[in-house]
């Protein structure tokens, strides 16, 4: 089976994919069913216009407890000349939402008037008052609902294409309407494949990966008002996938084909779609994503093709091909306006290339830092599933573009609300495990903490340009072993900030269990049977072990793995953990996470830089109020080789 | 039974509520359960924060479909001089996603190596290759995703709080979690009460209210992720509604007890609670919706004490009764933050008076007119649900604030995305039939009108004040007898503006089926057995009225009715429809909507005017296009006494 794999853009393969449903009688809604208002028509979508029934109220209504009257009878009524009308025909007592008499027009709330009994005495009772006396005239029709007065029989309540929300269930009972007509949801079947894939809560062997895209894809299409079903994970055997498709077929309105999508040597997706129809498209031109499927089945048994998706592997690609082909035609079939996302412009911290030929969903964090909108790029790999949990957003970087600078102005698509992204807290800088802890802690709090790890000395860049509203670092003067001052005097200068010290922590060689290779010091790391996993290039660290390597004289070229970079103290310990390194310089929390052995070497002081303007801005009170907060502090010092004793100390006032 | 209603300001009567359910133990998360993150995990908000379990990936993975090689065996490998790995332990074949090799640390893209066969020759095969030949040298780590590159296990996935996205059950299953800690649902029960209530789907005779409070609510709830439980409707009965409270009490988390929350003579609410328990509130300074209740229920059979609103009757006040107290309760009960709506800041059309001790929720339209952001008044009748229906959001005037001027820039809550209000055209002026068909036929194009009914003057003097996009007009000059032009060049003078022609339409006196009081012509209007209803003061109708009575030498003193005046063609067509008048001048169209019968009197031209610089811009075009649209065309041409030959033509262009 030879399958040829070419991008083509977007906007073509869609025109493709269109053509091929218009045909087939599938561009638009997909059917009517009828509901019932009230059970299960909420978030329905109405396949067509509601034109009232009756009239609500439909009937003229008291709108006050009080007696009904002729306004006419009530002429002339002043405070010093009261009007007494009988009650029978002339005044006759009504509740709110009671019918008025035929012959009255006009409702005088009991507030307003006195009752009183046979002989003309005041009384309490209002049924059974025999008389009122009034002390002013009313206007007719004053505190009446009149017939049609909130709906009137016939006219437009809601448009097709509403999706119902409460309010609307109440409208359309109150016109009358007690059974709609929406659009008929599509059933999606989601067929996940691949020898490889254990389902979930399997502990998975290296070489397993555990399956979820068929989750999150399934996921996908009930929040956007599909009907899915998950298949079992097929293995890939050409045959028996074609037999599940098949079966799919039989019984849905679209099927989503996840893996084998691309032209590898088990990749049976496309093959499987030839034979059963027609390959439409093989190939779009956006990252991640781009070895997308489109095409349509033609089976045995149904009248009509069915359309189906080759969704690619990777879990990000397999997202945003959701995003991008599942959820508008979804929306279409139920004949809802596809709804576009909230949009917002940003600034982009630092430059990004991408490939020129294809369009790129750039997924993007979202904050503001003084008056600026600032988006910074997440990790672009498309298996990195965290990249869509962390995002704020998605910024597509249009073919035909090679990148953009730092700086740029680019538009994001936000996931979350404006609201959410003017309460986001940047923390630039070194990473530190108690960030995690910050993120819980203020998540309750109206808060959320997005921290990008870019090393100490990046940080303290980034707080220089204004792109983030702290700093964390542990920076070692190597002339005076001091703390952060030296750095932050020569990266920020006469910047006005704050230094608050955070965390005391050890640092020390991480190593396996039993420490197999007797690994005791620095000096161990130019053994040539030892190798070594560094942190990146302005990492505190990685600052503290070239200080550590000069003093004992050691030359890095002579360590193995002393070019091999990680970002964070758990990539790090991952590195040991699974033998791609024998050691690398770490905090011991990092150690006990993955339950590596610790070789204390260092204490260090890990401290939080900010401008002092925050110290005025509600945004940040939050985090200077957790530094308090005992079971914070509580959570902190169960940290392995960390000390709180000095947490939210102020440090200096520099600048 | 005595209750005292009392109404005390938002924030103390939610300041009482809190102080007994934190008694209660009720502020917080109400329990904990445990869900399968692939069934049913959407949506719902996790309790606890999530620790990766596993790393992800879980072993070091190949990225590309190639062959794993050590990087060290690859070095000084060039195109001019090629160097060939043997397969087996220097060189092994690995598809993406396949564990490396314990001796490997890089792949090569199958793309950039030769395979080989036994003898040196280049084959395809590539699990049969006895060597590759390689033309580059590799970096270690290339094209490998180390263990943990996306997660590492130990490290914060997501907090306790989190909505669980389909994205978010990915990563949850990622890191080793099939099932996951989430907050209890709470069960709510709905009760509604009321002796004149009816349930949805009968035929409602006058003085019977067809109840629909308790499907909003119920909606409310699903939507706000609580478990509704909808009661049948209990007759005003004290006995009755206590034991169905208390019933409902036993079985749920929430009692919601609908109407009766007054101080009326059938208003039972307050005192039910009173006997199970406790009245915490009775009567908040909010508008709509003040009257409501706030109690605790203290029933046998359940140890703990019960929560109970009594919310009022009237279904806007009920709705906001929702938003107001429940909304907020749920999303504390979940332990998720209370959602912010987001907010828009726009300028009052019309100024509004609001009684200084409340706060008033004012519902309104809002669209952007030019470069200002408008937001105009609806209706605020608390038993006005199509208020709420067409609301694009909530001003709140707070107490203390007696009303706010035209001009007035205020802060909106929106219902609607921003995305929508850029999308929204604004029609203000006369009303007109077609208007619910074009509002219909633009809801598919991405395009929302929203008419505001001010009469053809008001039309012009909002588009002067650049408050619409468009007015809708239908003025005869008395003295040329033409439609229009005269009155925009007095109301707009010197604006640049085009007049289209938009319906023309016959007018008429409406009058019961039968013609019982045999209504020929605008001089019976005078008898005194003829009650006429008119319409507001610069209505294209009433102008024409006017025109034609001051012709016959009519005095408007003489007609019965001359002063009750209606807002729309409908809503004088039910006024005849329900009795409280014999006639009304108006349109065919809205005789035949409620089977009235129509007298024709005069042909009349319907045109639409707006500033000619909308030509440029797309939020009209579909609008335009409209006009010309064969479908549409018919639609309206289909509705009684209207002509659609002329729709489209250019009037004149003034100014």
Redesign the interface.
């Known amino acids: 089976m030879s399958v040829y794999l070419k991008d083509i853009p977007l906007d073509l393969a869609w025109k493709r994919f269109q053509d091929a449903l218009e045909t087939a009688g599938l561009w638009g809604i997909l059917g009517i069913e009828e509901v019932v208002?009230?059970e299960g028509a909420?978030?329905r979508v109405l396949a067509e216009?509601v034109w009232a029934d009756?009239?609500?109220?439909?009937?003229?209504a008291s709108?006050m407890?009080g007696f009904a009257v002729r306004a006419d009878d009530t002429t002339g009524a002043l405070p010093s000349s009261p009007r007494v009308l009988l009650t029978g025909d002339v005044a006759r007592y009504v509740?709110?939402?009671?019918?008025l008499p035929?012959w009255a027009?006009a409702v005088i709330p009991i507030e307003e008037v006195e009752t009183l009994g046979a002989r003309g005495e005041v009384v309490s009772g209002?049924?059974q008052a025999e008389a009122v006396r009034i002390r002013a005239a009313v206007t007719?029709?004053s505190h009446v609902?009149?017939?049609?007065?909130?709906?009137?029989?016939?006219?437009?309540?809601?448009?097709?294409?509403?999706v119902l929300?409460?309010?609307?269930?109440?409208?359309l009972?109150?016109c009358?309407k007690?059974?709609v007509k929406v659009s008929r949801r599509a059933r999606v079947a989601v067929l996940p494949t691949g020898t490889?894939l254990v389902p979930?809560?399997t502990p998975?062997k290296?070489?397993e990966?555990?399956?979820?895209?068929s989750?999150?894809?399934?996921?996908?299409i009930?929040?956007w008002g599909g009907t899915p079903e998950?298949f079992e994970i097929t293995p890939d055997n050409f045959e028996q996938i074609r037999a599940r498709v098949r079966e799919a077929a039989l019984r849905s309105d679209l099927v989503l084909l996840n893996a084998g999508s691309?032209a590898?040597?088990?990749d049976f997706s496309a093959g499987v779609i030839a034979s059963l129809g027609e390959v439409l498209v093989h190939g779009v031109a956006v990252r991640p994503g781009h070895p997308v499927i489109l095409g349509m089945l033609r089976v045995e048994g149904k009248d009509q093709p069915i359309p189906v998706v080759g969704v690619p592997?990777y879990?990000v690609s397999a997202?945003l091909t959701?995003e991008i082909f599942i959820e508008p035609l979804l929306a279409l079939w139920q004949?809802k306006?596809v709804?576009?996302p909230?949009?917002l412009d940003a600034l982009l911290t630092r430059k990004v290339t991408s490939p020129a030929g294809d369009d790129e969903y750039m997924r993007v964090a979202v904050g503001r830092v003084g008056q600026r909108l600032l988006a910074a790029p997440l990790s672009r790999?498309a298996?990195?599933?965290?990249s869509?949990?962390r995002a704020d957003g998605i910024v597509v970087i249009p073919r035909g573009t090679q990148g953009l600078e730092a700086g740029a102005q680019v538009c994001v698509r936000l996931y979350r609300?404006?609201?959410e992204i003017e309460h986001t807290i940047f923390v630039i800088g070194s990473h530190d495990l108690t960030l995690?802890?910050v993120?819980?802690h203020l998540?309750?709090k109206?808060r959320r903490l997005v921290s990008v790890n870019v090393g100490s000395q990046g940080g303290l860049v980034a707080l220089r340009r204004g792109e983030t509203h702290l700093a964390g670092t542990h920076l070692l003067d190597p002339q005076t072993g001091e703390y952060n001052l030296s750095s932050i005097r020569q990266y920020l200068p006469g910047m006005p900030v704050r230094v608050i010290r955070w965390v005391g922590r050890e640092q020390g060689l991480l190593v396996k269990p039993g420490n197999p290779k007797g690994i005791q010091s620095l000096v161990d790391l130019a053994r040539a049977d030892v190798r070594f996993v560094n942190r990146q290039r302005g990492a505190g660290t990685r600052v503290l072990l070239d200080y550590h390597l000069s003093k004992l004289g050691l030359n890095p070229d002579t360590i193995s793995g002393y070019g091999?970079e990680e970002y964070?103290h758990?990539?790090v310990?991952?590195?040991v953990?699974?033998?791609?390194a024998d050691t690398g310089l770490g905090i011991a929390a990092a150690a006990q996470?993955?339950g590596l052995d610790f070789i204390p070497l260092y204490a260090e002081q890990y401290d939080l830089v900010f401008p002092r303007s925050y110290l005025e801005e509600p945004l940040l009170a939050p985090l200077f109020e957790l530094a308090q907060d005992v079971h914070f502090r509580q959570a902190v010092a169960a940290l392995p080789g960390y000390t709180v004793s000095e947490m939210g100390n102020v440090v200096a006032d520099l600048g």
């Open positions: 208002v009230d909420l978030g216009p009756f009239s609500s109220p439909h009937y003229h709108a407890d509740d709110t939402g009671d019918p035929e027009n209002l049924r007719p029709w609902r009149p017939m049609g007065e909130d709906i009137v029989a016939t006219q437009l309540v809601l448009p097709a294409g509403q929300r409460p309010v609307d269930l109440g409208a009972i109150a009358g007690s059974r490889e979930a809560g998975a290296p070489g990966i555990i399956e979820y895209n989750v999150v894809l399934a996921a996908q009930e929040a998950r691309s590898g040597a088990e592997g879990p997202a959701g004949g306006a709804k576009t909230q949009q790999g298996g990195i599933i965290t869509l949990i609300s404006p609201e995690d802890l993120s819980q998540s309750v109206n091999l964070t758990l990539s310990a991952a590195a953990s699974s033998g791609r996470a993955l």
